[in-house]
């Protein structure tokens, strides 16, 4: 259908993709007897000087970004010591869910009169600096119009190409730290996943960590900080980093040097190895990781899965098995954008309510003139883009981004895995953790047969760890 009438959206610029996160606004843990292996946190007022040898943070530079956000639900919480200046979304007048979901199903209908009409009414009234309302339909429209021009590919690959271009590490890192100072949103899954890794690897002396995540090596710095006061003989960790996307490629020389400085610092012996001109995760193979038989793996993915096309998902696991890995570790967002694909309407009531919780935190979370707040909020539009507009996930650029819930990843997972709960230090840990944020956030168990945890805000499940072993 041609739509060349209709006033095209607002432009919001920039992306950079995946989910940030370094656990910087860490906590004093006090260690617990030698036998345990738990993960310390540094003192707040060593922020900045960890931050700047911790590798981390993907970046946007402060005008020119759409961000694929780390979506969001609602948990009730555990009291904390930060309070934000953000008020929170009102939940009375939703005018923008309405006429977006009016919008997507006059496109499911091919309904042209009616998505002429509908676009340009939501493109009045949208705004990126607006309230939540005029946000969501900002980030959203331009998803719309992709999906009902068939301009999805191009869209995001030129929103990708602007991401890629004004991709830096020094801002990069500046976003990720506000980031985690406000939320736990990636804190807690480096928490929860160190804690696993160091109690599956005690008393091993080689260690192999494969960190299949694009989140920087941000979660490292304390791991080692752990492996450095063990009391036994320090082991030697070899850490090999998987990249897939180009916008980390860039800055990856720059972590590898900061991660050795780190090492070196903390007397950990220490080799970082690379991984890159991936496609995507399916061409990994055992042979590239040059994993040795007297080495103790562990198999890190954080964020990672989901952009594994559906249908290679069993295959890149059963990958993961062939490791031998003493335990792997998956953190994922709680989201089902792959059993709703071939349903546009069904899938964009999903991707709808995921980006409404992740709004509606960052509004709560953050100051209203935060610069970071509204690079977070750009970054979505890149990701709502690529679920809705990119029928053909692999033709965008070799990843896609279908989510799927904790218990989806269970099944998928306990064909080659059995689940490791998680022990009790490490629970406190995560509950440390949380303690230090605004009222909202708590920890929850999942149902009946599922396994490992959930992150929650407000009582919604926003994100998903959970442990593994062969």
């Known amino acids: 259908m041609k739509l060349s009438s209709a006033k095209v959206p607002k432009e919001s610029k920039g992306a950079s993709p995946s989910h940030v996160g370094y656990h910087n ?6 260690r617990r007897s030698s036998s345990h292996t738990t993960l310390p946190f540094q003192p707040a007022d060593h922020l900045e000087q960890w931050s700047s040898v911790a590798v981390d ?7 020119n970004h759409l961000h694929q956000p780390q979506s969001s639900h609602t948990s009730t919480s555990r009291s904390s010591d930060y309070s934000a200046g953000g008020e929170p979304c009102a939940t009375g007048n939703k005018w923008a869910s309405r006429l977006l979901r009016e919008c997507a199903r006059a496109i499911s209908d091919k309904d042209s009169s009616k998505i002429h009409h509908l676009l340009w009414m939501l493109n009045e009234l949208a705004s990126p600096y607006g309230d939540c309302d005029q946000k969501l339909a900002s980030y959203f429209l331009q998803a719309l119009f992709c999906k009902a021009t068939e301009s999805g590919q191009r869209c995001y690959k030129t929103l990708t190409s602007v991401a890629e271009k004004s991709h830096s590490f020094d801002s990069a890192r500046k976003l990720i730290l506000k980031f985690q100072e406000v939320s736990p949103w990636t804190t807690f899954g480096h928490v929860a996943a160190n804690g696993a890794i160091l109690e599956a690897l005690d008393g091993e002396t080689k260690l192999h960590i494969i960190d299949i995540s694009n989140t920087l090596c941000t979660q490292w710095p304390t791991l080692l ?10 082991p030697h960790l070899k850490l090999t980093v998987v990249v897939t996307a180009n916008i980390v490629r860039s800055v990856m020389k720059e972590i590898s040097q900061r991660m050795e400085k780190f090492a ?6 220490f080799e970082f190895n690379v991984i890159s001109g991936l496609n995507h995760l399916g061409e990994l193979t055992k042979e590239a990781l040059g994993v040795l038989e007297d080495e103790a793996i562990a198999v890190n993915c954080i964020g990672a899965l989901r952009r594994v096309a559906v249908e290679e998902r069993g295959a890149v696991i059963q990958m993961f098995q062939s490791l031998g890995p003493k335990v792997v570790t998956v953190v994922e967002e709680e989201a089902d954008f792959s ?12 991707c709808l309510r995921f980006y409404t919780l992740y709004f509606e935190m960052l509004e709560e979370s953050f100051i209203p003139t935060s610069n970071e707040k509204l690079m977070l909020e750009r970054e979505c539009s890149r990701s709502i883009v690529r679920v809705l507009a990119c029928d053909h996930d692999q033709d965008s650029g070799g990843e896609c981004e279908r989510r799927e819930r904790g218990s989806q990843w269970s099944d998928r997972l306990k064909e080659a895995f059995s689940p490791v709960g998680f022990s009790d230090d490490v629970v406190d840990d995560v509950k440390a953790l949380l303690k230090r944020y605004r009222t909202g956030w708590a920890l929850a168990q ?3 047969d599922d396994t490992g945890f959930y992150l929650t805000w407000k009582e919604e499940p926003v994100v998903w760890v959970s442990a593994w072993k062969p």
């Open 225 to 234: 900080e752990a492996l450095a006061t063990r009391n036994d003989e320090t």
């Open 339 to 350: 059993s709703t694909r071939y349903d546009f309407v069904r899938c964009f009531e999903e």
């Open 446 to 448: 999942p149902h009946q």
């Open 57 to 63: 943070m993907h970046n946007n530079n402060s005008n």
């Open 264 to 269: 070196r610092l903390m007397g950990v012996p």
């Open 25 to 30: 606004s860490s906590l004093h843990s006090e």
